[in-house]
């Protein structure tokens, strides 16, 4: 059948090039179509017409990019929020009906003479002036559709409509990033005047209007997001701003060659790199304006308190919802960027760009890995996301699949797209976190330590891509004398994943990073020793990424306690003394305290009740093991349980009251034997419970807590602190809360009725500020009434 398909696949595309199908390939056409009417045309329209459920898919611009395998795939998987699967058609049926689609879909991709495709990139970037508006893959203007897929998305006969006659194309979707399932205005390249309630006057491309607002982006690249409080009218131009193309014979054919040349952004660095970021792009994210968030934990001190104190103890319960966004998928975990009036989030299926003041869309674009040829069949993301990192023009997110991906800020366009581990690595990689910032670089984790894989930090040039430095978290062989710390096991599956959002101290350009747990989780027999760096913070120079020092939390690990909790950065007097500390809350239970200039061991303390596996800490903070806690392949009983006494969502230092906050779990867990990752853990007799604790950081000492009613599984939810006074938090019953940070008391609720597994934020925005968190399935910012 295969065989069949691939000979089947290839005459429909002679066929396409203008000869005669054989008889076989029409018959197969025949059944196809039969296939089709069957199963597809209730909603697609009969023949692939389109109906009034779903989308046309004969002369279908984003299956254009696929093959038919490409196509079968989504048969048989379905589309986010939309089509169901067919997992019951025969694979006969999806391949016939898949090559007949593809066969309904040819784009102008094509092998154009080699130095035809150079003089028509020539003249695009040159003489033709196509790049001052438009982009190819990270290179020219944003004051037009992107496109660097032009040829695989469109035809010949639509490019050359657009070259003669674009105002006659205005609101056609082929030339942009825009799949039929993503969120593209259709007018968002048509020219408008706005005129200005003070007088004054914005003409621009209207990316976007409503009831409500206008969003204007100014032909200097500005993006002006305005109330309709602001203006008195919008009026779309009838022309096109785009000029008919002035070219000879020659350079049509050229630029022509030169689009059909394009399929996406390859994999890999730019190899012309793009503008580079400036200084004050630089220090609009490292020197932040008061209101803004630009990183996942709002500092680079990876402490989640804010200095914003509109909203205090007195007024937080005239709190009201400000906007709702629905950024696609469930079990929510991102954590929203602001800088500017821009927010940026990610969802289960899309990275979006909103009015920070009401969460209105500017773009959304799938949350794939951006890479034309991988994979053809466009997977869909499958895990959660927990955010962005921006810098100037650019967006950074990574994919389920380890790719780091720049989007541009103004259009969500992908640049480039490089993937995280180096070639040939052996592991199951992927990644979930937000990536970093840092100064003039893009820091990147990794996660995947379940499996045999060896774990490492990157830190890439946000131009091109281009890596700067990488640090392996697992020794490579011969490696003395951390190889030492290993035994019997083979380094490169060692573990040591990377897969929460570091910290950095500007001061001594330090950066910050939890390590993960060693593989195999819980089985001691196949390895020995402390095996560094897993379970430890490691401190590197940013700059070049040269180790510093490191502190081990719990070596040799054996039940899953990664150290991916956030390290929190603090000036403050500790036992009398000004001291530069790092403070964290570890999933095994612990809280501890360290000097960050040095790695030195200050304080350990259990955070929780239900911790069983260690009595006490040696002088350089290696824990004294209880016996009885090592997993066997009946079970073991040991707390906390497999999920932690806390996990990768935030806590929070506030200086103010000089408490350390932590979303706490007491709860305890079966810990088996299971050869190469844990086995089922609850333990069923002893239910677990969810609380809000603060410490305080110079004895451990727990000063209050609030008990959370309902499934502790339930609630992934971190905290945040305010100068006004007040710390937020999901809450286990599905509510979103505000306490006193001084006393745990709450003070104001809303009823959400869903689950939370992000970790809260603030921003300010024309002297308003907003409190912002994602529930498992929508983005709520609230604020106090006008």
Not at 386 to 400: C, E, K, P, Q
Not at 627 to 634: A, I, L, M, R
Not at 712 to 740: M, P, S
Not at 771 to 785: G, H, K, R
Request: contains cysteine; hydrophobic residues 40%; proline residues 6%.
């Amino acid at each position: 059948m295969k065989k069949f398909a691939a000979a089947l696949f290839v005459l429909f595309a002679v066929g396409a090039l203008g000869f005669v199908h054989a008889p076989k390939a029409q018959e197969a056409f025949a059944a196809a179509k039969d296939d089709f009417e069957k199963n597809c045309a209730v909603c697609h329209g009969s023949g692939g017409g389109g109906g009034d459920r779903a989308p046309a898919l004969a002369d279908n611009p984003d299956l254009r990019r696929l093959d038919a395998s490409g196509i079968a795939a989504i048969i048989r998987r379905g589309m986010p929020g939309g089509m169901p699967s067919f997992t019951s058609l025969p694979q006969e049926q999806v391949t016939r009906i898949a090559t007949w689609l593809k066969s309904m879909n040819d784009s102008a991709l094509g092998n154009a003479p080699a130095s035809q495709v150079v003089a028509g990139e020539a003249f695009f970037f040159g003489e033709g002036g196509c790049s001052g508006c438009h982009m190819v893959k990270g290179r020219g203007g944003s004051n037009g559709p992107d496109l660097s897929g032009i040829g695989a998305r469109s035809t010949i006969k639509e490019i050359n409509a657009w070259l003669d006659n674009p105002t006659g194309q205005m609101g056609k979707k082929t030339l942009g990033v825009c799949p039929f399932w993503a969120f593209c205005p259709d007018f968002s390249w048509a020219i408008a005047d706005v005129a200005l309630k003070d007088g004054g006057t914005l003409r621009g491309f209207l990316r976007g209007q409503t009831e409500h607002e206008a969003q204007v982006q100014t032909l200097d690249g500005k993006l002006h997001l305005l109330d309709a409080s602001k203006y008195t009218s919008v009026t779309r131009e009838k022309q096109s701003i785009m000029p008919v193309l002035k070219a000879t014979a020659d350079q049509r054919r050229d630029l022509l060659a030169y689009f059909s040349s394009l399929a996406g952004v390859e994999e890999g660095p730019l190899t012309t790199a793009s503008a580079t970021a400036t200084q004050a792009d630089i220090d609009q994210i490292m020197k932040p304006r008061r209101g803004d968030w630009p990183n996942y934990n709002g500092g680079y001190d990876g402490n989640r308190f804010s200095s914003l104190d509109q909203i205090t103890t007195d007024n937080v319960k005239r709190l009201q919802p400000q906007f709702l966004f629905a950024p696609g998928g469930s079990g929510l975990e991102g954590t929203p960027i602001v800088v500017g009036d821009m927010m940026v989030v990610t969802g289960g299926t899309r990275v979006c760009a909103l009015n920070a003041r009401t969460g209105a869309p500017i773009w959304c674009v799938p949350r794939n890995n951006g890479v034309a040829s991988t994979p053809k069949s466009a997977s869909p993301p499958v895990g959660p996301n927990r955010g962005v990192a921006v810098l100037g023009t650019r967006v950074f997110y990574i994919s389920d699949d380890a790719y780091l991906v720049c989007l541009n800020r103004l259009t969500g366009a992908v640049m480039w797209s490089v993937w995280l581990p180096e070639k040939g690595a052996k592991g199951k990689f992927y990644s979930s976190m937000a990536p970093m910032v840092v100064n003039d670089m893009i820091v990147a984790g990794i996660a995947g330590g379940d499996s045999p894989m060896r774990g490492f930090l990157a830190a890439y040039r946000p131009d091109s891509g281009t890596l700067a430095w990488r640090f392996n978290t697992i020794p490579k062989p011969g490696e003395m004398p951390l190889a030492k710390t290993w035994v019997g096991r083979a380094l490169e599956t060692g573990g040591g994943a990377t897969w929460h959002t570091g910290s950095y101290d500007p001061e001594t350009g330090t950066l910050y990073w939890a390590v993960g747990n060693p593989y195999p989780d819980t089985d001691p027999d196949e390895r020995g020793g402390r095996n560094l760096y897993t379970n430890s913070v490691i401190a590197l120079d940013a700059r070049t990424g040269k180790f510093k020092w490191h502190f081990q939390f719990t070596p040799y690990d054996t039940h899953d306690w990664d150290a991916t909790q956030s390290m929190v950065l603090v000036d403050a007097v500790w036992k009398g003394k000004p001291r530069k500390l790092l403070l964290s809350a570890q999933r095994s239970g612990i809280f501890y305290v360290i000097d960050r200039t040095n790695g030195a061991f200050l304080l350990a303390k259990p955070f929780v009740q239900k911790m069983t596996w260690a009595k006490g800490f040696e002088k350089d903070g290696t824990p004294i093991l209880n016996e009885g806690n090592t997993p066997t392949h009946d079970g073991t009983v040991t707390c906390p349980g497999v999920r932690g006494a806390t996990n990768w969502y935030a806590p929070s230092y506030d200086p103010q009251t000089r408490l350390f906050y932590v979303m706490a779990a007491e709860d305890c867990g079966i810990y088996r034997k299971s050869g190469k990752i844990f086995g089922p853990n609850p333990d069923p007799s002893n239910v677990g419970t969810r609380l809000v604790r603060a410490l305080n950081i110079e004895t451990g000492d727990m000063v209050w807590e609030k008990l959370l009613t309902g499934p502790q599984e339930t609630n992934y939810t971190g905290v945040l602190t305010t100068a006004g006074g007040v710390l937020f938090h999901g809450e286990t019953g599905g509510d979103f809360a505000a306490v006193d940070a001084k006393t745990g008391k709450t003070l104001w609720s809303f009823r959400a009725n869903d689950s939370w597994r992000a970790s809260p934020m603030t921003y300010m925005l024309d002297g308003k500020q907003y409190v912002a968190a994602m529930d498992s399935t929508n983005l709520i910012s609230f604020a106090l009434p006008d």
